[in-house]
């Protein structure tokens, strides 16, 4: 299968920047894309995850001594991309140290909350507590097959 890439960049007002690498087969449906932030203080960009079109699915990996916020047990999602109308995500896929939860994007919508950080732009985020994602625990993920 022939693979096109396209690159997209959103940048807020203080500079900082979303990148989507969007994959898309020879006929121009869209198939995947990976998502990057980067912050306007750091040098790198952060990979925020996978989306994948078909299934309107954000896949993510997690570590708990990176990204636990440990005072309130609860995993940050970065709030604009999970409300940006061009993914329309109904699905998040969230590997948390090597375990697999997938959970609908409402769950975030109706018991996220935000933290009072000094946040700006697509810093954003929006917290959701483990002792939630944890009921959505998968025990047979399959990552989807790109390629035919």
């Not at 690498?21 to 996978?50: C, M, P, W, Y």
Request: proline fraction near 3%.
């Amino acid at each position: 299968m022939f693979m096109k890439e396209e690159l997209l960049c959103q940048e807020d007002n203080n500079k900082n920047r979303i990148y989507l690498r969007v994959f898309s087969d020879n006929e121009g449906n869209k198939i995947s894309a990976t998502i990057h932030l980067k912050l306007v203080n750091e040098e790198r960009q952060r990979l925020i995850g996978n989306y994948y079109f078909g299934e309107r699915t954000l896949y993510l990996k997690r570590k708990n001594s990176k990204h636990l916020h440990y005072t309130t047990n609860s995993y940050g999602f970065n709030y604009t991309i999970l409300n940006d109308p061009f993914l329309n995500i109904t699905w998040i896929v969230a590997e948390i140290d090597k375990v697999h939860y997938k959970f609908p994007k409402s769950l975030i919508t109706d018991f996220g909350f935000h933290l009072q950080f000094k946040q700006q732009g697509f810093e954003l985020q929006k917290f959701l507590k483990f002792n939630i994602i944890k009921n959505y625990k998968v025990y047979d993920f399959e990552p989807p097959i790109l390629n035919d």
